[in-house]
């Protein structure tokens, strides 16, 4: 029998939306009831709960900087940036202003927040006192701590976008007290800011009087130290200059004077050492000796007499008495005039010496006022080290005055903060928003209802559509039969009206394991084809008999063998099924029940007898002696009335036997329907794969395990040569609309 081809294909949008769809159908009643009740629950709770109103105020935290006391100031202004107004909205909520508010209003005496109201409230009481013993809190420890807790859980602050504005918000079932509440809680913010800067002020005043006073002592002992340093090393200082840099910048001074002094008088004694009375004559003496009044009257008398000597010599000649005369005149000048200069070299000669001398006073003096400076110098070190302190000491106290007299002149403290709209009283409710709350209520549950269904499909194991079996394994899929449970006459009731057909909860299949309910059911699905050739079944079955049809391309199916890959998946009712609408449609039909480790086909139909398929091949003999007619739809059967051991079944169905009967079958008859065994518990299928022209391998949807499909198929390679398709069983899909509109006897009922 030709094959049709096999190949995995996509699952196009539109088939995951009918999915999707076809979920939610049958899902309707869960998802329906789930919705209802959440709702009805949220109404209860809503209804229950206590109607509050609420009031808000606004406070600005003010980003000007106030002047006045800009330079007296001890608290610094708050910030303006996102962590600063961040700070000011825990700031207004905190505990030490709930606290206070709590204390003004007197709200411990409030039945609102002193004790639990509505439902929630006292279930919360009854559930978090108990753990509150538990665990050993003390209730007597804080007696305003639970209407701190109150208050709290019934206020907000929050920052208004990016704004400076802070919104505060305080709810109650009263709508006056809501607004008194928190008009108190600004009220009280703004009075604690200026409190706190009062209180910070003070505090400042005292500590800088107190360090004021320790600074004065300070400065005074430091400028006693230091005088007392300066007695102690001598270092008088007057006008701020170093007495012996002085001395021996004038000492400097005298020595450079004296020293040219003394070079000049030497410069002098040693010219005037040199004068004679001839230079003196020639006008090449000193200039000091020159400028002598006395050698200028005896230079002038020399004159004189010269003249008068060579005037007589002239006149008498050099031995006249009056030239001799003339000539002891001038020799006597000359005696005068060389005492004279005598005198003057020996006058020079002491200024020299004197000069020389206050050189080298001077020298000394300077040289011993040098080592001074330098014992002064290692002295000055540590009188630059106390002038350094005291003139610190002198500016730490003269700052600490100053901002001392500044604190103290401190009296306006202004706010940080202020009002910008007070809490008016509400007019209406605001909590709880009924019909907001109810409508999330519903559709929550809606969308929780919808994801439940959703995930109870997703978790079930098994195939749901043949798209789906396409999909995952590739397999080609021959017909899809749907879950039913048919209720109608046993054999010999053909003519009778069927009765209410209804689909089964997921998880049951057209045929489950040998119990008697089950056999009973077994039977009434193989006499429903011909009961009620019209109904959903029947369809079904036809449908999976005309793709076998189809894939013969017109010629005689020949042998079809029905396996599965677990038992229990309804393979014998499909094939009792199948067998009976073959031979309504024309066809000679032979159904073999090959499963002779557990036989059913003879139970499903009705038949009784004791040879069948063992028997006869073990004694083979004449076809007919172990073939049955079934009169109710004409249907040739070789079934099985007795157990047969595993090594012995699969020695049979692998015996020439077993060959010779399926090409004699083969030949007699136009179709050949074998009911196999299931391929993973044995290999009693395998042996007959060869001999058969198709199988057909049907899985029961939601139950049989995609693992045990591939399993099965990867275990028997031999098969896929031979696999004409899947046949889904027990598909919970929806064919309630099609057959409803068609023939209101029946109604299926979508899981």
Not at 141 to 154: C, K, N, S, W
Not at 191 to 201: G, L
Not at 616 to 642: A, I, K, N, W
């Amino acid at each position: 029998m030709p094959r049709a081809p096999i190949g995995p294909r996509g699952r196009e949008d539109a088939d995951i939306f009918r999915d999707l769809l076809a979920c939610l159908k049958r899902n309707l009643r869960f998802i329906a009831a789930t919705t209802i009740l959440g709702t009805l629950v949220t109404l209860a709770i809503v209804f229950s709960i206590t109607p509050k109103y609420q009031s808000s105020v606004l406070v600005l935290v003010d980003p000007r900087q106030t002047k006045i006391l800009q330079d007296a100031e001890v608290v610094g202004r708050t910030t303006t940036d996102n962590g600063a107004i961040e700070s000011e909205v825990e700031m207004i909520q905190s505990k030490a202003i709930v606290r206070k508010v709590v204390e003004r209003l007197k709200l411990n005496e409030d039945p609102e927040f002193a004790s639990p109201s509505g439902i929630v409230g006292t279930l919360r009481a009854v559930l978090i006192a108990p753990i509150k013993n538990l665990f050993g809190s003390n209730a007597n420890a804080d007696p305003l701590g639970y209407i701190v807790d109150a208050v709290e859980r019934a206020t907000s602050a929050k920052r208004r976008g990016l704004t400076y504005v802070i919104e505060f918000n305080a709810w109650s079932e009263n709508a006056k007290k809501s607004a008194l509440i928190a008009n108190t809680f600004a009220e009280i913010y703004i009075a604690e800011q200026v409190a706190a800067k009062a209180n910070a002020t003070t505090k400042a005043s005292h500590w800088l009087g107190e360090r004021v006073e320790e600074m004065r002592l300070k400065v005074t002992a430091s400028d006693e130290a230091l005088e007392k340093y300066k007695a102690d090393q001598n270092l008088f200082d007057p006008g701020g200059e170093s007495l012996s840099n002085r001395q021996i910048q004038t000492l400097n001074e005298q020595l450079v004077d004296a020293r040219a002094k003394a070079a000049a008088a030497l410069s002098k004694y040693q010219l005037l050492k040199q004068i004679t009375p001839e230079r003196l004559r020639s006008a090449a003496a000193s200039a000091d000796v020159l400028q002598s009044p006395v050698v200028s009257a005896l230079r002038a008398q020399y004159a004189a007499a010269a003249q008068t000597l060579a005037e007589k010599n002239a006149r008498y000649g050099s031995e006249h008495p009056q030239v001799a005369t003339a000539r002891a005149q001038v020799g006597d000048v000359e005696r005068q005039i060389t005492a004279e200069i005598s005198r003057i070299v020996t006058s020079a000669g002491n200024e020299y010496q004197l000069a020389k001398s206050r050189e080298e006073s001077l020298t000394a003096s300077l040289d011993e006022l040098k080592q001074k400076a330098g014992n002064y110098n290692q002295a000055s070190v540590k009188l630059r080290e106390l002038e350094r302190d005291a003139q610190a000491n002198r500016d730490l106290f003269q700052a600490f005055l100053n901002r001392a007299k500044q604190t103290a002149e401190v009296s306006l403290q202004v706010p940080d903060s202020r009002v910008v709209s007070a809490a008016a009283v509400p007019i209406s409710t605001s909590y709880p928003k009924r019909a907001l709350m109810i409508g999330l209520g519903f559709f929550g549950m809606l969308g929780l209802s919808v994801a439940l269904a959703l995930a109870r499909d997703s978790f079930r194991s098994g195939f749901r559509h043949v798209l789906d079996i396409e999909h995952a394994l590739g397999l080609h899929p021959l017909a899809t039969i749907p879950f039913v449970q048919a209720d109608v006459p046993a054999k010999g009731a053909k003519d009778s009206a069927p009765k209410l057909l209804q689909l089964p909860s997921p998880g049951t299949a057209n045929s489950i394991p040998l119990r008697r309910d089950t056999m009973a059911s077994s039977r009434r699905l193989a006499s429903l084809v011909l009961n009620d050739p019209d109904c959903v079944y029947a369809e079904s079955v036809r449908s999976l008999y005309f793709a076998l049809r189809r894939q013969a391309n017109g010629d005689p199916i020949g042998a079809i063998m029905l396996t599965s890959a677990l038992p229990g998946e309804g393979k014998s009712t499909v094939a009792a099924s199948l067998a009976r609408i073959a031979t309504e449609s024309g066809d000679r039909v032979l159904l073999v029940d090959a499963d002779l480790r557990q036989p059913r086909v003879a139970s499903i139909l009705g038949l009784e007898g004791d040879s069948g398929l063992p028997e006869m091949l073990r004694d083979p003999g004449d076809l007919r002696t172990c073939v049955q007619f079934d009169s109710f739809s004409e249907l040739y059967v070789v079934g099985g009335y007795h157990r047969v051991p595993g090594r012995e079944a699969l020695r049979l169905l692998s015996s020439k036997q077993m060959t010779r009967f399926l090409k004699l079958a083969r030949e007699s008859f136009d179709l050949v329907v074998i009911d196999a065994p299931p391929l993973l518990p044995v290999a009693d299928p395998r042996a007959l794969i060869e001999h058969v022209d198709g199988v057909a391998l049907v899985v029961a949807s939601m139950k049989t395990p995609k693992d045990a499909v591939e399993t099965a198929l990867r275990e028997c390679p031999e098969i896929e040569a031979k696999l004409a398709g899947v046949v889904l069983n027990g598909a919970a899909d929806d064919y309630n609309r099609y057959y409803r509109e068609r023939d209101p006897r029946y109604a299926f009922e979508t899981l």
